[in-house]
T-cell receptor, first 111, second 115 residues
Framework: QQPVQSPQAVILREGEDAVINCSSSKALYSVHWYRQKHGEAPVFLMILLKGGEQKGHDKISASFNEKKQQSSLYLTASQLSYSGTYFCGIWLVGSQGNLIFGKGTKLSVKP | DTGVSQNPRHKITKRGQNVTFRCDPISEHNRLYWYRQTLGQGPEFLTYFQNEAQLEKSRLLSDRFSAERPKGSFSTLEIQRTEQGDSAMYLC?????????????FGPGTRLTVL
């Protein structure tokens, strides 16, 4: 049931773009994206409900493809502050609300 | 704006001892979750409460683990007879369901080291 995130790690230069994918083998109700810096708690970025919507937050946006049961997180014009590990948490259809997290994608942004 | 708080932030204990962690959620949130996170992994669900009722427990939660949320406010997670495999970061999150969504906000966590 754990979602599969790809890539596992990515290294960027400031200003470059990145895409992080999250795929589920089961029907999704919603996808939740978090960023976690070393030694800190995960910080909520955005939530997407089934319906194929796309959301944006500054230069970070995400989409939800209901047919493919996957979500993608788009980081454009990356900044040093974007460095960290990105997790997707999935809420499955029929679930009571506990999130199932992927193993994370480690993003490093270099100057 | 007061976020989720957890105490203690760090706990070192010897194998076989009991430990208790506390989580204070965001005040208006009715749901409270406990997760465990080990190095290189995402948070792993343990249990959750809606108000004072414990609604779901992970099959991974052994009988040595117990959680309470008296009066639907703060919550405690107790681990009895700790084992080295219990060493991890224990995260608490709280949420309030609005329009079918459930945004969970995490606390800073309690890092447990079992020697």
């Amino acid at each position: 049931q754990q979602p599969v995130q790809s890539p596992q790690a990515v290294i960027l230069r400031e200003g470059e773009d990145a895409v992080i994918n999250c795929s589920s083998s089961k029907a999704l109700y919603s996808v939740h994206w978090y960023r976690q810096k070393h030694g800190e708690a995960p910080v909520f970025l955005m939530i997407l409900l089934k319906g194929g919507e796309q959301k944006g937050h500054d230069k970070i946006s995400a989409s939800f493809n209901e047919k493919k049961q996957q979500s993608s997180l788009y980081l454009t014009a990356s900044q040093l502050s974007y460095s960290g590990t990105y997790f997707c948490g999935i809420w499955l259809v029929g679930s009571q609300g506990n999130l199932i997290f992927g193993k994370g994608t480690k993003l490093s942004v270099k100057p | 704006d007061t976020g989720v708080s957890q105490n203690p932030r760090h706990k070192i204990t010897k194998r076989g001892q009991n430990v208790t962690f506390r989580c204070d959620p965001i005040s208006e949130h009715n749901r409270l979750y406990w997760y465990r996170q080990t190095l290189g992994q995402g948070p792993e669900f343990l249990t959750y409460f809606q108000n004072e009722a414990q609604l779901e427990k992970s099959r991974l939660l052994s009988d040595r683990f117990s959680a309470e949320r008296p009066k639907g406010s703060f919550s405690t997670l107790e681990i009895q007879r700790t084992e080295q495999g219990d060493s991890a970061m224990y995260l608490c999150a709280s949420s309030q369901q609005i329009a079918g969504t459930d945004t969970q906000y995490f606390g800073p966590g309690t890092r447990l080291t079992v020697l």
